[in-house]
T-cell receptor, first 114, second 111 residues
Framework: DAGVTQSPTHLIKTRGQQVTLRCSPISGHKSVSWYQQVLGQGPQFIFQYYEKEERGRGNFPDRFSARQFPNYSSELNVNALLLGDSALYLC?????????????FGSGTRLTVV | DAKTTQPPSMDCAEGRAANLPCNHS???????VYWYRQIHSQGPQYIIH???NNETNEMASLIITEDRKSSTLILPHATLRDTAVYYCIVRVPGTASKLTFGTGTRLQVTL
């Protein structure tokens, strides 16, 4: 079975531009979460979606938005990019719901803002 | 979610057991302890989790103290491929709560 798939793997954008990152969860997983990891730090939670609804939001500005599609894939959008948005963006999928489910992470999208 | 404290770095000789400690003195009764690791440039990988009993799987063992204020992840026979950053996380499962990563412990396995 395929794991969590993220695209693109690498991306270079200019300040002020917009970017869309994509994530395909493991088949059967209904929950997708997004994390930002800047160099030298642990991943920081951005969003969680379950059954196409937002279930959690981290402390990120409104420039960050996301959505989940009927096939449970997800997109993370970042508008008006800043140099500080340069980071590894990680997607994690899980079965979701009320059980004690683990998270499986993708390999991430490395975004560089210049 | 309770805060965790881990040493920033540790070394271990290949073939020896690696014992990674984690302090979570403010853990509440319904919070589980999870361990993830992140090998350079990859996404975090789930290792093991537990509530109050010791747990073992094919990757590692988790020892949780009786008062649940600390735990130790044990890699019984460390290899070079175990070199990674190890994160200890406590959370209530089955909610929309996030995984709160600290800075973790950078384990360096050497020959």
């Amino acid at each position: 079975d395929a794991g969590v798939t993220q695209s693109p793997t690498h991306l270079i954008k200019t300040r002020g531009q917009q970017v869309t990152l994509r994530c395909s969860p493991i088949s059967g997983h209904k929950s997708v979460s997004w994390y930002q990891q800047v160099l030298g730090q642990g991943p920081q939670f951005i969003f969680q979606y379950y059954e196409k609804e937002e279930r959690g939001r981290g402390n990120f500005p409104d420039r960050f938005s996301a959505r989940q599609f009927p096939n449970y894939s997800s997109e993370l959008n970042v508008n008006a990019l800043l140099l500080g948005d340069s980071a590894l963006y990680l997607c994690a999928s899980s079965l979701g719901g009320t059980g004690n489910y683990g998270y499986t992470f993708g390999s991430g999208t490395r975004l560089t803002v210049v | 979610d309770a805060k965790t404290t881990q040493p920033p770095s540790m070394d271990c000789a290949e073939g020896r057991a690696a014992n990674l400690p984690c302090n979570h003195s403010t853990i509440s009764g319904n919070e589980y302890v999870y361990w993830y690791r992140q090998i350079h440039s990859q996404g975090p990988q789930y290792i093991i989790h537990g509530l109050k009993n010791n747990e073992t799987n094919e990757m590692a063992s988790l020892i949780i103290t009786e008062d649940r204020k600390s735990s130790t992840l044990i890699l019984p026979h460390a290899t070079l491929r175990d070199t990674a950053v190890y994160y200890c996380i406590v959370r209530v499962p089955g909610t929309a709560s996030k995984l709160t990563f600290g800075t973790g412990t950078r384990l360096q396995v050497t020959l």
